[in-house]
């Protein structure tokens, strides 16, 4: 089972190997330089050859461990090939950081049959082929391990044009509880991150293309500002770490209380704030 956390050292993944779906870019790539520099070592996967081999540069240059495989995670045979590929590298596959996902805003009465598929086998399709495939080698091993699932929290809030997104990632957030509880007994354990709006190419690019958009987004969020993806990445590594050996099944939010809801009733905060200065 897991060395529980003595004190000694913070979050060390000296040893161990890891996967990261969606690696070349944004939170991925956040996730896999954080993992390396706690000293594990890192498979990146992604459709894209250019970014991985970028990442896996990146991380070699700050003296760490890290292999680019390009990779669909819809396509269940070229999932295992990764993590096959993984393994041969690395010796070994201690977990995953499901982090691939398809996103666009769209009123659902005019979501497209494939543009719902789309993102479904994404998300959810995609985050079961990878985890079926690391815990079976986990189990197979006798060894623990640890899965973090990147969500959001429209997942259990709902939010207008984000049907295909929400229902996708709320299916992730059920599947962490339930194979929390199903493969506890093997020390594998599941947990789900669910980061607000954060400063990526990415998703800056899908879901607040103009300024005006940009500032409607932060004006959501009670904090002001928008999540770094070093922020996500470091509390990804957390939720792997030894730090958390006693933590499964859970939903971190780190969302700068923008899922908390807005204000309704009474003056604006902003409004006091301004007559109080």
Aim: hydrophobic fraction near 45%; charged fraction near 20%.
């Amino acid at each position: 089972m897991h060395n529980h956390y003595r004190g000694a050292t913070l979050e060390s993944l000296t040893g161990r190997a890891y996967l990261v779906t969606g690696g070349g870019t944004g939170i991925g790539a956040a996730v896999a330089l954080r993992l390396a520099e706690l000293g594990a070592s890192v498979t990146v996967l992604g459709r894209r050859k250019e970014p991985l081999d970028e990442l896996v540069a990146k991380v070699e240059s700050a003296g760490g461990a890290a292999l680019a495989h390009p990779a669909d995670v819809r396509d269940p045979a070229a999932v295992e090939a990764a993590v096959e590929a993984a393994e041969a590298r690395f010796g070994r596959v201690d977990g995953l950081v499901n982090n691939a996902a398809g996103n666009f805003v769209a009123p659902a009465e005019n979501l497209s049959a494939n543009g719902w598929r789309a993102v479904v086998d994404i998300v959810l399709n995609g985050a079961f082929n990878c985890t079926s495939a690391v815990a079976r080698r986990l189990i197979r091993d006798g060894r623990p391990g640890a899965v973090v699932n990147v969500v959001a929290t429209y997942a259990w809030t709902g939010h207008p044009g984000t049907v295909h997104s929400a229902a996708a990632k709320a299916g992730v957030v059920s599947m962490t509880k339930t194979l929390a509880v199903e493969w506890a007994r093997y020390g594998i354990r599941l947990n789900c991150i669910a980061p607000g709006p954060t400063e990526t190419d990415g998703a800056g690019a899908a879901l607040w293309a103009s300024p005006e958009e940009r500032e409607r987004v932060l004006s959501s969020v009670p904090m002001r500002r928008f999540a770094s993806t070093t922020e996500v990445a470091g509390l990804t590594a957390l939720l792997l770490s030894d730090r958390t050996s006693y933590v499964t099944g859970t939903v971190l939010t780190a969302d700068g209380g923008q899922s908390l809801g807005g204000q309704i009733y009474g003056t604006p905060v902003e409004e006091l704030a301004k007559a109080r200065r």
